[in-house]
């Protein structure tokens, strides 16, 4: 596989990452991790059970949409690579995210970046360590 071709499949990890998980398929998501994948989104899981299990920890009444940008790659083998993305989080949580139409805007929840490890498995390439730094945080 070359390094263009390895690139574009993390960067389809990093964009189903956030999609997936905006929408509530928790087990889509899920998927893209390897078995024993490391998530650090403030309070650290290891395993696809475990982080499928923090996944429906999330309110049933929030609304999410992360923003994804600055997507940089950086290939290390024919198995490895690491990557990182900024990413602005949207988030509303209450009656109006259950309801079709529109939530009520506050402007965004969280700015960071996701720092990412990669790792070609036999189901092809997944999320082996995923960790989130946060440079601005807005109250809840």
Same mark, same amino acid.
């Given at each position: 596989?070359?390094?263009?071709? &390895?690139?574009?499949? $993390?960067?389809? %990890?990093?964009? +189903?990452? +956030?999609? *997936?998980?905006?929408?509530?398929? @928790?087990?889509? @998501?899920?998927? *893209?991790?390897?078995? #024993?994948?490391? *998530?650090?989104?403030?309070?650290?899981?290891?395993? #696809? +059970? /475990? =982080?499928?299990?923090? $996944?429906?920890?999330?309110?049933? !009444?929030?609304?999410?949409? #992360?923003? &994804?940008?600055?997507?940089? =790659?950086?290939? %290390? !083998?024919?198995?490895? /690579?690491?990557?990182?993305?900024?990413?602005? =989080? @949207?988030?509303?949580?209450?009656?109006?995210?259950?309801?079709?139409?529109? /939530?009520? *805007?506050?402007?965004?929840?969280?700015?960071?970046?996701?720092?990412?490890? @990669?790792?070609?498995? +036999?189901?092809?390439?997944? =999320?082996?360590?995923?960790?989130?730094? &946060?440079?601005?945080?807005?109250?809840?």
């Amino acid at each position: 596989m070359t390094t263009e071709a &390895i690139e574009r499949r $993390c960067t389809e %990890l990093v964009y +189903a990452s +956030a999609r *997936l998980l905006d929408f509530r398929d @928790y087990e889509g @998501y899920t998927s *893209l991790f390897t078995e #024993q994948a490391e *998530l650090d989104m403030g309070r650290s899981v290891t395993g #696809q +059970a /475990a =982080i499928f299990g923090l $996944c429906m920890r999330r309110p049933a !009444d929030l609304r999410s949409r #992360q923003v &994804i940008s600055n997507v940089f =790659i950086e290939v %290390l !083998d024919d198995d490895n /690579a690491r990557g990182m993305n900024y990413v602005t =989080i @949207y988030e509303h949580v209450g009656d109006a995210a259950l309801k079709a139409g529109p /939530a009520p *805007l506050h402007g965004p929840r969280v700015v960071g970046h996701f720092e990412d490890r @990669y790792t070609r498995s +036999a189901e092809g390439w997944r =999320i082996s360590r995923r960790k989130l730094h &946060i440079a601005f945080e807005a109250p809840r």
